[in-house]
Protein backbone atom coordinates (compact mmCIF):
# COMPACT_ATOMS: atom_id res chain seq x y z
CA UNK A 1 0.00 0.00 0.00
CA UNK A 2 2.81 2.23 1.17
CA UNK A 3 4.62 1.07 -2.18
CA UNK A 4 2.04 2.10 -4.35
CA UNK A 5 1.07 5.38 -2.71
CA UNK A 6 4.87 6.44 -3.10
CA UNK A 7 4.39 5.62 -7.21
CA UNK A 8 1.13 7.36 -7.42
CA UNK A 9 3.32 10.50 -5.72
CA UNK A 10 6.19 10.16 -8.05
CA UNK A 11 4.56 9.64 -10.39
CA UNK A 12 2.30 12.93 -9.79
CA UNK A 13 5.65 14.87 -9.20
CA UNK A 14 7.21 14.35 -12.57
CA UNK A 15 3.53 15.13 -14.29
CA UNK A 16 3.27 18.44 -12.25
CA UNK A 17 7.29 18.83 -13.30
CA UNK A 18 6.69 18.23 -17.02
CA UNK A 19 4.14 20.81 -17.29
CA UNK A 20 6.43 23.78 -17.65
CA UNK A 21 7.82 21.88 -20.41
CA UNK A 22 4.47 20.87 -21.82
CA UNK A 23 3.75 24.42 -22.28
CA UNK A 24 7.22 25.41 -23.09
CA UNK A 25 7.63 22.80 -26.00
CA UNK A 26 4.33 24.08 -27.54
CA UNK A 27 5.36 27.55 -27.70
CA UNK A 28 8.77 26.57 -29.13
CA UNK A 29 7.96 23.97 -31.78
CA UNK A 30 4.81 25.47 -32.87
CA UNK A 31 6.32 29.15 -33.10
CA UNK A 32 2.96 30.53 -31.46
CA UNK A 33 1.77 29.36 -34.69
CA UNK A 34 -1.57 27.01 -35.09
CA UNK A 35 -0.76 23.87 -36.91
CA UNK A 36 -1.10 23.53 -40.61
CA UNK A 37 -4.03 21.99 -41.96
CA UNK A 38 -2.47 19.21 -44.38
CA UNK A 39 -1.31 16.18 -43.01
CA UNK A 40 2.25 16.40 -44.39
CA UNK A 41 2.54 19.66 -42.42
CA UNK A 42 0.94 18.69 -39.18
CA UNK A 43 2.03 15.39 -37.74
CA UNK A 44 6.00 16.66 -37.80
CA UNK A 45 5.49 19.06 -35.33
CA UNK A 46 3.25 16.80 -33.67
CA UNK A 47 5.63 14.16 -33.53
CA UNK A 48 8.40 16.55 -32.25
CA UNK A 49 6.51 17.60 -29.37
CA UNK A 50 5.30 14.11 -28.03
CA UNK A 51 8.76 12.64 -28.43
CA UNK A 52 10.50 15.58 -26.31
CA UNK A 53 7.70 15.75 -23.85
CA UNK A 54 7.83 12.19 -23.67
CA UNK A 55 11.44 12.39 -23.00
CA UNK A 56 11.50 15.36 -20.41
CA UNK A 57 9.19 13.27 -18.43
CA UNK A 58 10.87 10.03 -18.24
CA UNK A 59 13.98 12.19 -17.20
CA UNK A 60 12.01 13.45 -14.26
CA UNK A 61 10.06 10.10 -13.58
CA UNK A 62 12.86 7.72 -13.58
CA UNK A 63 15.58 9.99 -12.23
CA UNK A 64 17.75 8.93 -15.08
CA UNK A 65 19.20 12.66 -16.66
CA UNK A 66 22.13 10.84 -19.00
CA UNK A 67 20.17 7.64 -20.21
CA UNK A 68 17.26 9.87 -21.79
CA UNK A 69 19.25 12.76 -22.68
CA UNK A 70 21.30 10.52 -24.81
CA UNK A 71 18.69 8.61 -26.62
CA UNK A 72 17.18 11.94 -27.58
CA UNK A 73 20.82 13.62 -28.09
CA UNK A 74 21.34 11.01 -30.61
CA UNK A 75 18.56 11.20 -32.85
CA UNK A 76 18.67 14.64 -32.65
CA UNK A 77 21.84 14.19 -34.23
CA UNK A 78 20.41 11.84 -36.56
CA UNK A 79 17.19 14.03 -37.61
CA UNK A 80 20.37 17.20 -38.21
CA UNK A 81 21.57 15.10 -40.97
CA UNK A 82 17.89 14.19 -42.26
CA UNK A 83 17.24 17.79 -42.26
CA UNK A 84 20.63 19.59 -43.11
CA UNK A 85 21.52 17.90 -46.19
CA UNK A 86 18.58 17.91 -48.28
CA UNK A 87 18.33 21.48 -47.27
CA UNK A 88 21.73 21.62 -49.04
CA UNK A 89 20.82 19.67 -52.06
CA UNK A 90 17.88 21.95 -52.72
CA UNK A 91 19.41 25.06 -51.88
CA UNK A 92 22.66 24.71 -53.52
CA UNK A 93 22.39 21.71 -54.87
CA UNK A 94 25.38 20.09 -53.59
CA UNK A 95 26.81 19.12 -50.17
CA UNK A 96 30.07 21.32 -52.04
CA UNK A 97 30.36 24.73 -51.65
CA UNK A 98 31.96 26.27 -54.63
CA UNK A 99 34.38 29.76 -54.23
CA UNK A 100 31.76 31.41 -55.86
CA UNK A 101 28.92 30.65 -53.11
CA UNK A 102 31.11 31.28 -50.66
CA UNK A 103 31.96 34.35 -51.78
CA UNK A 104 27.71 35.52 -51.82
CA UNK A 105 28.34 34.71 -48.08
CA UNK A 106 25.54 31.85 -47.96
CA UNK A 107 27.87 29.70 -46.01
CA UNK A 108 25.60 28.68 -42.61
CA UNK A 109 27.13 29.84 -39.85
CA UNK A 110 28.24 26.72 -37.40
CA UNK A 111 29.24 27.43 -34.08
CA UNK A 112 32.70 25.98 -34.35
CA UNK A 113 34.06 28.79 -35.62
CA UNK A 114 33.56 30.95 -32.74
CA UNK A 115 37.16 30.42 -31.07
CA UNK A 116 38.50 31.72 -34.60
CA UNK A 117 36.48 34.60 -35.14
CA UNK A 118 37.21 36.88 -31.81
CA UNK A 119 40.77 38.36 -32.63
CA UNK A 120 40.75 38.82 -36.15
CA UNK A 121 36.76 40.72 -35.44
CA UNK A 122 38.79 42.68 -32.70
CA UNK A 123 41.90 43.45 -34.74
CA UNK A 124 40.27 43.93 -38.05
CA UNK A 125 36.23 44.55 -37.15
CA UNK A 126 35.18 41.56 -39.54
CA UNK A 127 34.14 38.42 -39.49
CA UNK A 128 36.68 35.66 -41.14
CA UNK A 129 33.71 33.29 -42.24
CA UNK A 130 31.73 33.71 -45.10
CA UNK A 131 28.34 33.65 -44.13
CA UNK A 132 25.28 35.98 -43.53
CA UNK A 133 25.07 38.30 -40.17
CA UNK A 134 21.26 38.27 -40.04
CA UNK A 135 19.48 36.20 -43.22
CA UNK A 136 19.46 32.75 -44.33
CA UNK A 137 19.77 29.39 -42.88
CA UNK A 138 21.98 29.47 -39.20
CA UNK A 139 23.46 33.34 -39.36
CA UNK A 140 26.02 34.57 -37.62
CA UNK A 141 24.26 36.91 -35.20
CA UNK A 142 21.65 34.59 -34.43
CA UNK A 143 24.33 31.70 -33.53
CA UNK A 144 26.26 33.93 -31.70
CA UNK A 145 23.49 35.33 -29.31
CA UNK A 146 22.35 31.31 -28.72
CA UNK A 147 25.65 30.56 -28.35
CA UNK A 148 26.02 33.66 -25.51
CA UNK A 149 22.92 32.26 -23.99
CA UNK A 150 23.75 28.81 -23.64
CA UNK A 151 26.99 29.28 -22.06
CA UNK A 152 26.19 31.66 -19.18
CA UNK A 153 22.57 29.50 -18.14
CA UNK A 154 24.58 26.12 -18.55
CA UNK A 155 28.36 26.41 -19.76
CA UNK A 156 30.17 23.63 -21.43
CA UNK A 157 26.24 21.59 -20.99
CA UNK A 158 26.11 22.94 -24.37
CA UNK A 159 28.24 20.36 -25.52
CA UNK A 160 25.81 17.21 -24.45
CA UNK A 161 22.62 19.29 -24.69
CA UNK A 162 23.00 21.68 -27.83
CA UNK A 163 25.54 20.68 -29.71
CA UNK A 164 24.16 18.95 -33.20
CA UNK A 165 27.66 17.08 -33.52
CA UNK A 166 28.04 15.53 -30.51
CA UNK A 167 25.14 13.20 -30.68
CA UNK A 168 27.64 11.42 -33.76
CA UNK A 169 30.51 10.03 -31.46
CA UNK A 170 27.74 9.92 -28.62
CA UNK A 171 25.96 7.59 -30.79
CA UNK A 172 28.79 5.29 -31.81
CA UNK A 173 30.52 5.27 -28.21
CA UNK A 174 27.11 3.32 -27.44
CA UNK A 175 27.79 0.53 -29.95
CA UNK A 176 29.80 -2.15 -28.06
CA UNK A 177 29.64 -4.23 -24.75
CA UNK A 178 32.95 -3.06 -23.48
CA UNK A 179 35.98 -0.45 -24.50
CA UNK A 180 38.94 -2.33 -26.43
CA UNK A 181 41.12 0.38 -25.78
CA UNK A 182 41.18 1.60 -21.66
CA UNK A 183 44.07 3.52 -21.08
CA UNK A 184 44.49 6.43 -22.60
CA UNK A 185 47.46 8.83 -21.77
CA UNK A 186 45.62 12.08 -19.22
CA UNK A 187 48.27 13.68 -21.70
CA UNK A 188 45.52 13.52 -24.67
CA UNK A 189 42.94 15.02 -22.67
CA UNK A 190 44.61 18.50 -22.90
CA UNK A 191 44.91 17.93 -26.91
CA UNK A 192 41.51 20.38 -27.67
CA UNK A 193 43.44 22.59 -25.48
CA UNK A 194 46.22 22.72 -28.32
CA UNK A 195 43.78 22.49 -30.99
CA UNK A 196 42.21 25.86 -29.96
CA UNK A 197 45.39 27.50 -29.22
CA UNK A 198 46.97 26.38 -32.53
CA UNK A 199 43.76 27.17 -35.10
CA UNK A 200 43.09 30.55 -33.05
CA UNK A 201 46.90 32.20 -33.73
CA UNK A 202 46.62 30.81 -37.37
CA UNK A 203 43.32 31.92 -38.05
CA UNK A 204 44.30 35.57 -37.23
CA UNK A 205 47.96 34.88 -38.91
CA UNK A 206 45.73 33.63 -42.07
CA UNK A 207 42.59 35.78 -42.02
CA UNK A 208 40.36 32.54 -42.24
CA UNK A 209 38.83 29.65 -40.23
CA UNK A 210 41.53 27.20 -40.40
CA UNK A 211 39.29 24.87 -38.09
CA UNK A 212 37.08 25.00 -40.94
CA UNK A 213 39.22 25.11 -44.00
CA UNK A 214 41.50 21.83 -42.46
CA UNK A 215 40.08 20.08 -39.77
CA UNK A 216 36.78 19.79 -38.71
CA UNK A 217 35.45 16.34 -39.40
CA UNK A 218 31.84 17.38 -39.59
CA UNK A 219 32.47 18.38 -42.70
CA UNK A 220 32.04 14.88 -43.91
CA UNK A 221 27.76 14.92 -42.77
CA UNK A 222 27.43 18.51 -43.65
CA UNK A 223 28.60 21.18 -46.39
CA UNK A 224 32.61 21.10 -47.51
CA UNK A 225 34.19 23.25 -50.54
CA UNK A 226 33.67 21.78 -53.29
CA UNK A 227 37.04 19.59 -54.52
CA UNK A 228 38.66 21.61 -56.96
CA UNK A 229 42.58 21.43 -56.37
CA UNK A 230 45.05 19.78 -54.61
CA UNK A 231 44.50 21.88 -51.38
CA UNK A 232 41.06 20.87 -51.83
CA UNK A 233 41.28 17.00 -52.21
CA UNK A 234 44.17 17.17 -49.01
CA UNK A 235 41.44 18.83 -47.11
CA UNK A 236 38.72 16.16 -48.18
CA UNK A 237 40.98 13.66 -47.40
CA UNK A 238 42.19 15.02 -43.54
CA UNK A 239 38.46 15.72 -42.79
CA UNK A 240 37.14 12.33 -43.96
CA UNK A 241 39.99 10.49 -41.92
CA UNK A 242 39.40 12.42 -39.07
CA UNK A 243 35.96 11.79 -38.76
CA UNK A 244 36.35 8.35 -39.29
CA UNK A 245 38.68 8.29 -36.40
CA UNK A 246 37.36 10.56 -34.01
CA UNK A 247 33.76 10.18 -34.40
CA UNK A 248 33.52 6.47 -35.76
CA UNK A 249 36.10 4.03 -35.06
CA UNK A 250 37.86 5.36 -31.65
CA UNK A 251 34.61 5.92 -30.01
CA UNK A 252 33.63 2.10 -30.50
CA UNK A 253 36.91 1.26 -29.10
CA UNK A 254 36.57 3.34 -25.88
CA UNK A 255 33.46 3.62 -25.35
CA UNK A 256 34.15 8.01 -25.10
CA UNK A 257 33.50 11.21 -26.91
CA UNK A 258 36.68 11.08 -28.11
CA UNK A 259 36.09 14.14 -31.03
CA UNK A 260 34.02 15.73 -27.86
CA UNK A 261 36.95 14.98 -25.26
CA UNK A 262 40.32 14.51 -27.11
CA UNK A 263 40.05 16.89 -30.39
CA UNK A 264 36.85 19.42 -30.56
CA UNK A 265 38.67 23.09 -29.97
CA UNK A 266 35.08 24.79 -29.27
CA UNK A 267 34.72 22.18 -26.31
CA UNK A 268 37.69 23.18 -24.73
CA UNK A 269 36.54 27.23 -25.99
CA UNK A 270 33.21 26.15 -24.08
CA UNK A 271 35.16 24.83 -20.80
CA UNK A 272 35.87 28.37 -19.62
CA UNK A 273 32.07 29.39 -19.38
CA UNK A 274 31.92 26.55 -17.21
CA UNK A 275 33.09 28.89 -14.80
CA UNK A 276 30.85 31.47 -15.65
CA UNK A 277 27.32 29.72 -14.82
CA UNK A 278 26.20 28.36 -11.42
CA UNK A 279 25.69 24.66 -12.29
CA UNK A 280 28.54 22.09 -11.80
CA UNK A 281 28.88 18.47 -11.06
CA UNK A 282 30.44 17.41 -7.55
CA UNK A 283 31.17 14.48 -5.72
CA UNK A 284 30.21 13.71 -1.98
CA UNK A 285 33.52 12.76 -0.20
CA UNK A 286 31.56 10.94 2.46
CA UNK A 287 29.61 8.92 -0.05
CA UNK A 288 32.88 8.33 -2.29
CA UNK A 289 34.44 5.19 -2.06
CA UNK A 290 36.52 5.81 -4.70
CA UNK A 291 35.58 2.91 -6.96
CA UNK A 292 36.75 4.68 -10.22
CA UNK A 293 33.39 3.93 -11.79
CA UNK A 294 32.89 7.72 -12.70
CA UNK A 295 36.56 8.12 -13.81
CA UNK A 296 36.04 4.99 -16.52
CA UNK A 297 32.83 5.85 -18.01
CA UNK A 298 33.07 9.98 -17.97
CA UNK A 299 32.72 10.24 -22.16
CA UNK A 300 34.80 13.46 -22.01
CA UNK A 301 37.66 12.38 -19.90
CA UNK A 302 36.72 15.47 -16.98
CA UNK A 303 37.30 12.73 -14.11
CA UNK A 304 40.18 11.55 -12.65
CA UNK A 305 41.77 10.35 -9.64
CA UNK A 306 42.99 13.91 -8.55
CA UNK A 307 39.43 15.43 -9.42
CA UNK A 308 37.69 12.70 -7.27
CA UNK A 309 40.19 13.83 -4.71
CA UNK A 310 39.16 17.47 -4.91
CA UNK A 311 35.87 16.13 -5.00
CA UNK A 312 34.74 17.41 -8.21
CA UNK A 313 35.31 17.45 -12.20
CA UNK A 314 37.44 18.91 -14.58
CA UNK A 315 36.41 22.29 -16.61
CA UNK A 316 35.87 20.38 -19.38
CA UNK A 317 32.40 18.35 -18.12
CA UNK A 318 29.78 18.88 -20.18
CA UNK A 319 27.08 18.13 -17.44
CA UNK A 320 25.90 15.23 -19.22
CA UNK A 321 24.66 13.16 -15.96
CA UNK A 322 26.54 9.84 -16.57
CA UNK A 323 28.62 9.87 -13.51
CA UNK A 324 25.32 11.22 -11.82
CA UNK A 325 23.73 7.49 -12.76
CA UNK A 326 26.69 5.53 -12.69
CA UNK A 327 28.25 6.24 -9.04
CA UNK A 328 27.02 2.69 -7.26
CA UNK A 329 26.85 5.33 -3.86
CA UNK A 330 24.91 8.26 -5.28
CA UNK A 331 28.56 10.39 -4.54
CA UNK A 332 28.01 12.27 -7.66
CA UNK A 333 24.83 14.68 -8.08
CA UNK A 334 24.16 18.15 -9.87
CA UNK A 335 25.18 20.86 -7.77
CA UNK A 336 24.94 24.69 -7.84
CA UNK A 337 27.63 26.82 -6.93
CA UNK A 338 27.61 28.12 -3.23
CA UNK A 339 25.46 25.39 -1.74
CA UNK A 340 26.62 22.68 0.34
CA UNK A 341 27.24 19.63 -1.45
CA UNK A 342 25.15 16.90 -1.25
CA UNK A 343 22.18 18.43 0.43
CA UNK A 344 18.88 18.27 -1.93
CA UNK A 345 20.73 17.08 -5.13
CA UNK A 346 17.39 16.78 -6.74
CA UNK A 347 16.78 20.26 -6.55
CA UNK A 348 19.69 21.20 -8.30
CA UNK A 349 19.70 18.35 -10.64
CA UNK A 350 15.97 20.01 -11.85
CA UNK A 351 17.44 23.67 -11.88
CA UNK A 352 19.82 22.15 -14.43
CA UNK A 353 17.49 20.28 -16.35
CA UNK A 354 15.08 22.88 -17.05
CA UNK A 355 17.20 25.06 -18.64
CA UNK A 356 19.02 22.62 -20.67
CA UNK A 357 16.37 20.49 -21.36
CA UNK A 358 14.74 23.73 -23.12
CA UNK A 359 17.69 23.96 -25.66
CA UNK A 360 17.79 20.37 -26.32
CA UNK A 361 14.20 20.37 -26.86
CA UNK A 362 14.18 22.86 -28.68
CA UNK A 363 16.61 22.87 -31.14
CA UNK A 364 16.18 18.84 -31.39
CA UNK A 365 12.60 19.16 -31.39
CA UNK A 366 12.75 21.36 -34.79
CA UNK A 367 14.91 18.87 -35.94
CA UNK A 368 12.82 16.25 -35.59
CA UNK A 369 9.79 17.72 -36.75
CA UNK A 370 12.11 18.65 -39.93
CA UNK A 371 13.47 14.52 -40.10
CA UNK A 372 9.90 13.80 -39.67
CA UNK A 373 8.93 15.86 -42.35
CA UNK A 374 11.40 14.26 -45.28
CA UNK A 375 10.84 11.03 -43.90
CA UNK A 376 6.62 11.19 -44.59
CA UNK A 377 7.94 13.43 -48.05
CA UNK A 378 10.42 10.11 -48.80
CA UNK A 379 7.13 8.15 -48.46
CA UNK A 380 4.68 9.96 -50.32
CA UNK A 381 6.95 10.96 -52.95
CA UNK A 382 9.64 8.49 -52.70
CA UNK A 383 12.16 11.51 -52.46
CA UNK A 384 13.74 13.76 -49.39
CA UNK A 385 13.99 16.61 -51.70
CA UNK A 386 10.66 19.00 -51.78
CA UNK B 1 66.17 59.16 -42.89
CA UNK B 2 67.35 55.85 -44.64
CA UNK B 3 67.32 54.29 -40.32
CA UNK B 4 63.98 56.42 -40.23
CA UNK B 5 62.07 54.67 -43.14
CA UNK B 6 63.33 51.00 -42.17
CA UNK B 7 61.88 51.83 -38.61
CA UNK B 8 58.52 53.24 -40.42
CA UNK B 9 58.29 50.43 -42.59
CA UNK B 10 58.91 48.12 -39.38
CA UNK B 11 56.08 50.29 -37.39
CA UNK B 12 53.43 49.88 -40.42
CA UNK B 13 53.78 45.97 -41.39
CA UNK B 14 54.85 44.69 -37.75
CA UNK B 15 51.25 43.57 -37.11
CA UNK B 16 51.60 41.55 -39.84
CA UNK B 17 54.56 40.24 -38.70
CA UNK B 18 53.21 39.20 -35.23
CA UNK B 19 50.54 37.18 -36.79
CA UNK B 20 53.41 35.24 -38.29
CA UNK B 21 54.99 35.22 -35.82
CA UNK B 22 52.71 34.45 -32.83
CA UNK B 23 51.51 30.84 -33.48
CA UNK B 24 55.66 30.04 -33.65
CA UNK B 25 56.19 31.84 -30.34
CA UNK B 26 52.90 31.53 -28.19
CA UNK B 27 52.90 28.44 -28.40
CA UNK B 28 57.03 27.99 -27.47
CA UNK B 29 56.57 30.17 -24.79
CA UNK B 30 53.31 28.09 -22.91
CA UNK B 31 55.52 24.74 -23.39
CA UNK B 32 58.94 26.02 -21.57
CA UNK B 33 56.36 27.39 -18.90
CA UNK B 34 58.90 30.28 -17.47
CA UNK B 35 57.99 33.49 -15.20
CA UNK B 36 57.24 36.75 -17.19
CA UNK B 37 61.32 37.59 -16.44
CA UNK B 38 62.01 34.16 -17.96
CA UNK B 39 60.09 34.98 -20.97
CA UNK B 40 61.71 38.18 -21.79
CA UNK B 41 65.14 36.76 -21.87
CA UNK B 42 63.58 33.73 -24.05
CA UNK B 43 62.41 36.61 -26.47
CA UNK B 44 65.57 38.33 -26.38
CA UNK B 45 67.26 35.15 -27.78
CA UNK B 46 64.12 35.20 -30.06
CA UNK B 47 64.35 38.27 -32.06
CA UNK B 48 68.90 37.78 -31.61
CA UNK B 49 68.24 34.86 -34.09
CA UNK B 50 65.75 37.18 -36.02
CA UNK B 51 67.77 39.78 -35.88
CA UNK B 52 70.65 37.47 -37.39
CA UNK B 53 68.12 36.58 -39.98
CA UNK B 54 67.22 40.37 -40.84
CA UNK B 55 71.18 40.75 -41.60
CA UNK B 56 71.95 37.89 -43.41
CA UNK B 57 69.43 38.89 -45.90
CA UNK B 58 70.52 42.26 -45.56
CA UNK B 59 73.60 40.77 -47.19
CA UNK B 60 72.14 39.21 -49.74
CA UNK B 61 70.16 42.19 -50.51
CA UNK B 62 73.29 44.23 -51.30
CA UNK B 63 74.62 41.59 -52.96
CA UNK B 64 72.63 40.32 -54.95
CA UNK B 65 70.18 43.33 -55.94
CA UNK B 66 66.84 41.66 -55.34
CA UNK B 67 68.03 39.28 -57.58
CA UNK B 68 67.42 36.04 -54.84
CA UNK B 69 63.90 37.22 -54.25
CA UNK B 70 63.26 38.20 -57.44
CA UNK B 71 62.12 35.15 -58.90
CA UNK B 72 58.91 33.50 -57.66
CA UNK B 73 59.98 29.99 -58.08
CA UNK B 74 63.18 30.37 -56.11
CA UNK B 75 61.70 32.23 -53.46
CA UNK B 76 59.21 29.62 -52.95
CA UNK B 77 61.63 27.23 -52.66
CA UNK B 78 64.02 28.62 -50.12
CA UNK B 79 61.06 30.00 -48.61
CA UNK B 80 59.34 26.89 -48.58
CA UNK B 81 62.83 24.76 -47.34
CA UNK B 82 62.71 27.15 -44.48
CA UNK B 83 59.38 26.97 -43.16
CA UNK B 84 59.77 23.03 -43.67
CA UNK B 85 62.80 23.32 -40.97
CA UNK B 86 60.77 25.27 -38.85
CA UNK B 87 58.13 22.61 -38.91
CA UNK B 88 60.24 19.72 -38.14
CA UNK B 89 61.42 21.28 -35.24
CA UNK B 90 58.24 22.37 -34.25
CA UNK B 91 56.86 18.93 -34.49
CA UNK B 92 59.38 17.35 -33.03
CA UNK B 93 59.06 19.67 -29.82
CA UNK B 94 55.58 19.09 -29.50
CA UNK B 95 54.98 15.29 -30.23
CA UNK B 96 58.40 14.01 -29.22
CA UNK B 97 57.70 14.59 -25.18
CA UNK B 98 59.72 17.13 -25.24
CA UNK B 99 61.05 19.96 -22.91
CA UNK B 100 63.35 18.45 -20.70
CA UNK B 101 65.94 21.02 -19.76
CA UNK B 102 69.38 20.55 -20.06
CA UNK B 103 71.87 21.39 -16.76
CA UNK B 104 74.56 22.92 -19.03
CA UNK B 105 72.72 24.62 -22.14
CA UNK B 106 70.03 26.96 -21.37
CA UNK B 107 67.51 25.70 -23.50
CA UNK B 108 67.55 29.68 -25.90
CA UNK B 109 70.80 28.91 -26.67
CA UNK B 110 69.68 27.31 -29.95
CA UNK B 111 70.61 23.64 -29.26
CA UNK B 112 68.46 21.87 -31.82
CA UNK B 113 65.70 19.33 -31.47
CA UNK B 114 65.86 15.41 -30.53
CA UNK B 115 63.96 12.88 -30.30
CA UNK B 116 64.04 10.44 -27.16
CA UNK B 117 66.05 7.81 -29.47
CA UNK B 118 68.42 10.16 -30.90
CA UNK B 119 68.98 11.40 -27.39
CA UNK B 120 70.20 7.86 -26.44
CA UNK B 121 73.03 8.25 -29.08
CA UNK B 122 74.45 11.44 -27.61
CA UNK B 123 77.65 11.34 -26.13
CA UNK B 124 77.18 11.17 -21.81
CA UNK B 125 78.34 15.05 -21.24
CA UNK B 126 75.30 16.09 -23.63
CA UNK B 127 72.59 13.48 -22.59
CA UNK B 128 71.05 15.94 -20.83
CA UNK B 129 70.24 18.96 -23.72
CA UNK B 130 67.08 20.13 -24.25
CA UNK B 131 65.20 18.90 -26.74
CA UNK B 132 63.39 22.24 -27.37
CA UNK B 133 64.21 23.89 -30.27
CA UNK B 134 66.11 27.15 -29.25
CA UNK B 135 64.40 30.33 -29.25
CA UNK B 136 67.65 32.17 -31.42
CA UNK B 137 67.22 29.56 -33.64
CA UNK B 138 63.25 29.59 -33.80
CA UNK B 139 64.11 33.14 -34.34
CA UNK B 140 66.46 32.92 -36.98
CA UNK B 141 63.77 30.68 -38.76
CA UNK B 142 61.01 33.03 -39.23
CA UNK B 143 63.60 35.92 -39.47
CA UNK B 144 64.65 34.61 -42.92
CA UNK B 145 61.11 33.50 -43.87
CA UNK B 146 60.30 35.71 -46.99
CA UNK B 147 56.63 37.08 -45.39
CA UNK B 148 55.03 40.18 -46.96
CA UNK B 149 56.49 42.77 -45.21
CA UNK B 150 59.78 41.11 -45.32
CA UNK B 151 59.76 41.37 -49.03
CA UNK B 152 59.15 45.11 -48.67
CA UNK B 153 62.18 45.77 -46.83
CA UNK B 154 63.87 43.63 -49.34
CA UNK B 155 62.82 45.50 -52.58
CA UNK B 156 63.88 48.53 -50.40
CA UNK B 157 67.19 47.94 -48.66
CA UNK B 158 68.09 46.33 -52.72
CA UNK B 159 68.19 49.73 -53.54
CA UNK B 160 71.04 50.92 -51.78
CA UNK B 161 74.34 50.72 -53.05
CA UNK B 162 76.20 50.20 -49.43
CA UNK B 163 76.21 47.43 -47.72
CA UNK B 164 76.21 49.62 -44.12
CA UNK B 165 72.85 51.18 -45.74
CA UNK B 166 71.21 47.80 -46.03
CA UNK B 167 72.36 46.43 -43.00
CA UNK B 168 71.19 49.93 -40.70
CA UNK B 169 67.74 50.15 -43.29
CA UNK B 170 67.34 46.48 -41.92
CA UNK B 171 68.26 47.01 -38.15
CA UNK B 172 65.46 49.65 -38.18
CA UNK B 173 63.12 47.45 -39.92
CA UNK B 174 63.85 44.72 -36.98
CA UNK B 175 63.27 47.15 -34.33
CA UNK B 176 60.01 48.44 -35.93
CA UNK B 177 58.82 45.34 -36.23
CA UNK B 178 59.62 44.09 -32.73
CA UNK B 179 57.86 46.10 -31.49
CA UNK B 180 54.79 43.95 -31.39
CA UNK B 181 56.42 41.28 -29.83
CA UNK B 182 57.28 43.24 -26.54
CA UNK B 183 53.72 42.17 -24.67
CA UNK B 184 54.02 38.87 -25.41
CA UNK B 185 56.29 37.45 -22.25
CA UNK B 186 52.54 38.36 -20.50
CA UNK B 187 52.44 34.86 -21.44
CA UNK B 188 53.83 33.77 -18.54
CA UNK B 189 51.34 35.76 -16.52
CA UNK B 190 48.84 32.12 -17.20
CA UNK B 191 51.05 30.31 -14.79
CA UNK B 192 54.17 27.38 -15.01
CA UNK B 193 51.58 24.37 -14.28
CA UNK B 194 52.25 21.17 -16.74
CA UNK B 195 49.03 21.28 -18.18
CA UNK B 196 49.62 24.47 -19.50
CA UNK B 197 53.03 23.60 -20.75
CA UNK B 198 51.34 20.44 -22.39
CA UNK B 199 48.76 22.40 -24.06
CA UNK B 200 51.68 25.05 -25.64
CA UNK B 201 54.18 22.20 -26.66
CA UNK B 202 51.06 20.00 -28.34
CA UNK B 203 49.82 23.21 -29.91
CA UNK B 204 53.35 23.53 -30.92
CA UNK B 205 53.41 20.68 -33.10
CA UNK B 206 49.99 21.32 -34.62
CA UNK B 207 51.24 24.55 -35.74
CA UNK B 208 54.28 22.48 -36.98
CA UNK B 209 52.37 20.32 -39.08
CA UNK B 210 50.28 23.66 -40.53
CA UNK B 211 53.54 25.12 -41.47
CA UNK B 212 54.79 21.62 -43.37
CA UNK B 213 52.20 21.39 -45.00
CA UNK B 214 52.58 25.04 -46.25
CA UNK B 215 56.50 24.33 -46.36
CA UNK B 216 55.78 21.34 -48.82
CA UNK B 217 53.77 23.39 -50.78
CA UNK B 218 55.93 26.18 -51.62
CA UNK B 219 58.49 23.94 -52.38
CA UNK B 220 56.61 22.20 -54.48
CA UNK B 221 54.83 25.09 -56.23
CA UNK B 222 58.98 26.62 -56.56
CA UNK B 223 60.04 23.60 -58.52
CA UNK B 224 57.35 23.51 -60.95
Given at each position: ?9 R???A ?16 Q ?6 D???R??P ?7 V ?6 V ?20 VI ?5 L?E?Q?S ?23 I ?6 R ?9 E ?11 W ?9 G??S????Y???D ?13 N ?6 Y ?11 T ?9 C ?6 K ?21 S??TA ?15 GL ?6 F???TN???I ?14 R ?6 T??I ?5 RK??T ?5 KC????E??P ?12 V ?17 L????G?S ?9 LLL????S??? | ?6 F?LG??S ?6 Y ?11 E????R ?7 T ?17 A???A ?7 Q????G?V??G?A???I ?14 P??A ?8 G?A ?6 A ?5 P???M?G ?12 L ?10 L???L????A ?7 Y??PL???G ?12 R?AA????L???Y????DV????R
Amino acid sequence: MTDNNGKVRRLLTAVLLTVPILLLMRMMITQGQPLPKDALHRIPPIVAYVVTVSFFFLIVYTGRTHRYRSILFVTYAVCFVIVFIPNLLETQGSMAITQAEMAQGHTPFCHMVIPMVIIPAALSRTIIFPGSMLEGFAPIATMLVLWLGVSITIGRGWCSWGCFYGGFDEGFSKIGRKPIIRNISRKWAYLPFAVLLAIVLTSAASLTPTYCGWLCPFKTVTEYAAITSTTTLIQAVIFVSLFTALVVVLPILTKRRTQCGLFCPMGAFQSFTNKLNIFDIRIDQDKCVQCGRCENTCPTFSIDRETIRKGRTRMTCTKCGRCVEECPRHAVSYHIKGTPVGVRPQVARMMFVYPAFLLLGTIGGSMISGATYRILLLIRTGSLLG
Amino acid sequence: MMFMKGFLLGIASGGVCLAYCAPVLVPYLLGEGKTIRGNVASISTFLGGRLAGYLLFAVLAWATHFAVVKHLPYQRTVGGSVTIGLALLLIVYGFAGSGQRCNAIPATAGVPCLPPRGRAWLPRACAGVSMAPGAAMLGFLTGVNVCPPFLLAFSDAAQFPRLGQSLLFFTAFFLGTSAYLAPLPLVGMVGRRESIRTIGRLAAGIVGLFCLYSGIVDVAAGMR
